[in-house]
């Protein structure tokens, strides 16, 4: 794998690329964007009939705020960026990284199909949504947002992507120490060998 990061920052460079082949890894950051005064979670609903990993969700899915990795940016820098440019919130605590993940999606618009993804728990006090800063294609694809209260979130029948942020929740909100890989092993290696 090469990529050059400069030591102690976490700044991209360039991007990933794995092997002689240049498989191109996405670098992207999400936040778990959770209201300090009312304990809930923001998570925007994407209805996508174009892309080849979407469309079998004919209802929409859920995910968090988030987005590729610019160059030059952290994972923290593209996570406020990414959460001011979905949400037009930019009053935003950072907190640590809670999940990593590898998947394999193929979305239009974007290039790469692989996928490094970093979760980050964000803190906010403020609770309106600004879509000004959206671009053409999430203007195409953005359904609603809704501030999820936990519960909601672990009952709900939705689909929620990572699948198993119902399940992780609890660990990603009490245990913000070390990183939780959340990666599907058995997805990659479908995906690897076919």
Known sequence: MKTKVSKGTG???????IGSGRIMLRLTAR?????????R?????????????????TDGFWVLPGGGVKKH????????????????????????????RIIHAELRNIEQNLYYERYYVVETDDVEINTDNLTNNEIEVI???KWWSINELKR???VVL??????????????????IDITDSDELLKVSFD
């Open 11 to 17: 700044i991209i460079k360039e991007r990933f690329y």
């Open 162 to 179: 990572p699948l198993s942020l119902k399940m992780q929740i609890d660990a990603a909100l009490t245990n913000q120490n070390h990183p």
């Open 73 to 100: 940016e952290t994972f923290e820098e593209a996570v406020k960026r990414e959460i001011h440019e979905e949400t037009g919130i930019t009053n935003v605590n950072v907190k640590n990284c809670v999940f990593s």
């Open 31 to 39: 936040g778990i964007l959770i209201n300090r005064n009312t304990g």
């Open 143 to 145: 359904n609603k947002y």
């Open 41 to 57: 979670v923001l998570l925007i609903k994407y209805f996508d009939k174009h892309s080849k990993s979407t469309k079998e969700f």
């Open 156 to 158: 709900t029948k939705d």
